[in-house]
């Protein structure tokens, strides 16, 4: 069973970097497609919105088109963990931001993905 940690959410003025880390423990990111989803405030259930993927095998990168060219999504598997830089963020990008691993179809449907880490909290405030 494949667990996956974020860490790297904090609290950023306007216009401020974050880096998030996802790593998983008891398994691999190996032969998996990763994702990053967020969870704005006020989101009701467990509606969760697309920020980017990276494929399982080509490292093919996906992201949510409004979000392309502020964050980039990458790899290191020699540690295991999976990364999402977040650059020049915005009050409007404070949520809660989930890892999720291995998808069953389209990588832009939060529930298509079968593990999920717990959240990391981002909030971008001045």
């Known amino acids: 069973q494949v667990q996956l940690v974020e860490s790297g959410g904090g609290l950023v003025q306007p216009g401020g970097s974050l880096r998030l880390s996802c790593v998983a423990s008891?398994?691999?990111?190996?032969?998996?497609?990763v994702a990053w989803f967020r969870q704005a405030p006020g989101t009701p259930g467990s509606e969760r919105e697309f920020v980017a993927a990276i494929a399982a095998t080509d490292d093919n990168t996906y992201y949510s088109i409004p979000l392309k060219g502020r964050f980039t999504i990458s790899r290191n598997s020699a540690e295991n963990t999976v990364y999402l830089q977040m650059n020049s963020l915005q009050p409007e990008d404070t949520a809660v931001y989930y890892c999720?691993?291995?998808?069953?179809?389209?990588?832009?449907?939060?529930?298509?993905?079968?593990?999920w880490g717990q959240g990391a909290q981002v909030t971008v405030s001045s």
């Open positions: 008891g398994g691999t990111f190996s032969g998996k497609a």
């Open positions: 999720a691993a291995e998808t069953r179809g389209s990588y832009r449907v939060h529930y298509n993905w079968n593990y």
